[in-house]
């Protein structure tokens, strides 16, 4: 697919397109290519939020809510994890998770619970209705998402999640648990 080339002035140029020419007129001696990779996928990524926080909306939760709620779902029956390791697999601070799992056990979608195996510990675990609400919300996330990414070709998607996945690696620890 042919790209407009913000120095020879194609159509239809994007915004980015249109701060490269800026760029290139000023400073020419530069690369201006990884500003529009990044600059691209920064827009990208938050457009997509937008779309994906609408969807947790529709079902009463925040996107951290969601993610909390998500995390337990996965860890399978008894759908349940210790504050810590939400944190963990959530990449929250102890702080911040706390603050979820309050607002979450209002809203009667998780309990907390002393640990079976260590009365010094806590454990947060789904209760029916956070799983009936997890379990709805989670199907229209991935709706969502699906539409979302059929804007590209198979092959193109394809291609994007190979490279991302080659980029983040580079830039991440190697995950110690799913």
Request: no cysteine.
């Amino acid at each position: 697919m042919d790209r407009p080339d913000p120095v020879r002035g194609d159509d239809a140029p994007d915004r980015l397109d249109l701060i490269a020419q800026a760029w290139h007129r000023e400073r020419p001696d530069l690369d201006l290519q990884p500003q529009q990779v990044i600059g691209r996928l920064h827009r990208v990524a938050r457009h997509l939020t937008e779309e994906l926080v609408t969807v947790y909306e529709r079902h009463g939760l925040t996107e951290g809510e969601f993610d909390v709620l998500a995390t337990l779902r996965r860890a399978g029956a008894p759908y349940e994890r210790s504050p810590g390791d939400l944190a963990l697999h959530t990449l929250v601070t102890s702080g911040g998770m706390t603050k979820r799992i309050d607002r979450l056990e209002q809203a009667g979608l998780v309990t907390r619970r002393v640990s079976d195996s260590d009365a010094r510990a806590r454990v947060v675990a789904l209760t029916a209705r956070g799983r009936e609400v997890i379990d709805a919300a989670f199907a229209d996330h991935m709706a969502n998402e699906r539409r979302l990414v059929d804007v590209l070709t198979p092959a193109q998607a394809h291609g994007l999640e190979d490279a991302l996945r080659t980029w983040l690696a580079a830039l991440e620890e190697p995950p110690t648990t799913a």
